[in-house]
């Protein structure tokens, strides 16, 4: 294996230096033949994991392919362990049978579906375990009843991601966020009407909300006293900027011009501009909310470096914004996972995702308290 060095900064014209990894799969750019039959020796120690596969990405990127194109659901026992943790807006999982249950779901609902690519970042190591934030899209026709609605015969497009810690071929820890709001709108249904629904059945865990206030004490926030010289400064000063200094002038400083978001619910935001639009639509749904960056991970690929950040942002629902005419005031802890794509020192591209459906879900379901 490489020995770690540091990159030269002015070399890469990042506005930070990165770390040099082993060599591993590139997803972008690539057709799903190409990435479905790898050629090469694998690039990483991986101990525990079945041969064929070459790398942490490979790895992610094939069982995906086996279980969701492929049908092998069977696979799910042996990339997942049996006493598996998956996070996600709808409740907590703790076992493989119910990972295979809801997989059995949505094949039946969606059951044509593909899977496709955009970035897979990654960080960690065979003895610590692998950690990947894998973002793609899906795309598929609605044929079966859903936990959304009975069957419309629809052709739906949505993105996903997934973050996930794998140790020794199998995933024990998974933080999944589906954009069903988008699913939801394609498919011809009203987003409240379904999060309504949902709401009506209990979680079996669930967490407890409590808001941080946007003061320490009587004093408004402040700059983070973090240097941004690392990968990982940069990033928590970006989001502590932007989200919790409400400091929309300085997205100029993060990114390019001409950037490009896309977020959930269908939103496309070109522009620095349009970008702070789509922010305000947000925080104007959760005025005050605060946003706790949770893990940060990269990935050097084709068309420039990936930064992957999983954050939650946390707040109080009110009407007007995002999520239209939302019961009010209920505590909210909205998980999102954001892929962003560097061209020189410039964000130039941005993924953003989160569940809104899941998120008015869990209003409703507080709403039925009060």
Not at 283 to 292: E, K, N, R, V
């Amino acid at each position: 294996m490489a020995d770690k060095k540091i990159a030269d900064k002015s070399r890469s014209g990042l506005p930070f230096p990165v770390e040099e990894r082993e060599q591993v799969t590139k997803v972008r750019k690539r057709d799903a033949h190409s990435l479905r039959h790898p050629n090469g020796k694998r690039t990483q120690a991986m101990k525990g994991f079945e041969e064929q596969y070459l790398d942490i990405v490979d790895y992610i990127v094939r069982i995906t392919d086996e279980i969701w194109v492929d049908r092998a659901m069977g696979r799910i026992y042996d990339t997942y362990d049996h006493s598996c943790t998956i996070y996600s807006s709808y409740g907590v999982v703790r076992s493989v049978e119910e990972v295979m249950a809801s997989t059995a779901a949505t094949l039946n609902g969606f059951p044509d579906g593909e899977a496709h690519f955009l970035n897979v970042a990654w960080a960690g190591n065979e003895t610590e375990g692998f950690y990947t934030s894998h973002l793609g899209f899906s795309r598929s026709t609605n044929l079966g009843a859903s936990m959304f609605g009975p069957a419309t015969g629809k052709r739906v497009n949505i993105r996903f991601c997934a973050d996930c810690i794998s140790l020794e071929n199998r995933i024990h820890t998974e933080w999944l966020v589906r954009d069903n709001g988008a699913l939801v709108r394609q498919l011809g249904f009203n987003i409240h009407d379904v999060a309504q629904k949902i709401a009506q059945h209990p979680l079996q865990e669930s967490q407890v909300v409590s808001v941080p206030t946007r003061m320490i004490g009587q004093v408004p926030r402040r700059a983070l006293e973090t240097p941004e010289n690392s990968l990982q400064g940069y990033f928590l000063n970006l989001y502590h900027n932007i989200w919790n200094l409400r400091r929309f002038d300085l997205i100029d400083k993060y990114y390019s011009s001409d950037m490009v978001c896309h977020s959930s619910g269908g939103r496309v935001a070109i522009g620095k501009r349009n970008y702070s639009a789509l922010l305000l639509l947000m925080l104007t749904a959760l005025p005050d909310a605060t946003i706790s960056v949770e893990k940060i991970t990269y990935s050097e690929e084709t068309d420039g470096l990936i930064v992957a950040v999983r954050w939650v942002l946390s707040g109080s629902t009110r009407k007007g914004g995002m999520l239209g005419d939302v019961p009010e005031l209920r505590p909210i802890n909205m998980m999102g996972m954001s892929h962003h794509r560097f061209v020189g020192d410039k964000i130039v591209e941005e993924w953003m995702l989160f569940d809104e459906v899941g998120v008015l879900a869990s209003a409703y379901r507080q709403d039925g308290d009060h």
